[in-house]
């Protein structure tokens, strides 16, 4: 089983950027995914979830309206689109499914 992130990287305040977290060895179609995220000196808590078919998603309320979860479960992959980012949003982002946690990707967002 692996799930490798993808897309983090440095943005200005209010800019956009989508994570990608692809997976393998496990059936996709069949389990829910979720995002997480770590601050430094800040433990990890759940940005956003989605469940195994897309139709449902449910979100940190510091994400709200900002945050975007999505999947393509012919491409086993689910994404995260950021728009409007906040200084606050600098965080290394994991993706979680099939009890296993991706590497991680550093989304720092600094003008």
Do not use: H
């Amino acid at each position: 089983v692996q799930l490798v992130e993808s897309g983090g990287g440095l943005v200005q305040p209010g800019g956009s950027l989508t994570l990608s977290c692809a997976a393998s060895g496990f059936t996709f179609r069949s389990y829910g995914m979720s995002w997480y995220r770590q601050a430094p000196g800040k433990e990890r808590e759940l940005v956003a979830a989605i469940s195994s078919d897309g139709g449902s998603t449910n979100y940190a309320d510091s994400v709200k309206g900002r945050f975007t979860i999505s999947r393509d479960n012919a491409k086993n992959t689910v994404y995260l689109q950021m728009n409007s980012l906040k200084r606050e949003d600098t965080a290394v982002y994991y993706c979680k499914g099939f009890y296993t946690w991706g590497q991680g990707t550093l989304v720092t967002v600094s003008s």
